[in-house]
């Protein structure tokens, strides 16, 4: 694992469940070839952490913003980790 790599949390805001917004993030991080995962939340949010390249998380970033076709997305917070977790694929969980 590169050293530059690094690790955020994202949590997403909207109309984001039900509109197979956890199944386009895999789509999508896996594409970038970003490791990690994502999950729908109780709150109705949806919660993603992912691992890589700085500049391919910044790509996923924007695309979060979006969403799939169905989804509105109000706001999504991002929080950076001083330490990687170490994922050996990018996954979509169970609610957390």
Known sequence: MSSNYKRVS?????KVQGVFFRASTQEKAEELG???????????????EAEGNPETIKQLEAWAHQGPTHA???????????????????????QG
């Open 10 to 14: 994202m949590k997403v805001y909207g």
């Open 34 to 48: 970003l490791k990690g995962f994502v999950q729908n939340e109780p709150d109705g949010t949806v919660y993603l």
């Open 72 to 94: 509105r997305v109000d706001k999504v917070e991002v929080k950076e980790f001083s330490k990687l977790e170490g994922f050996e694929k990018f996954e979509q969980r169970r």
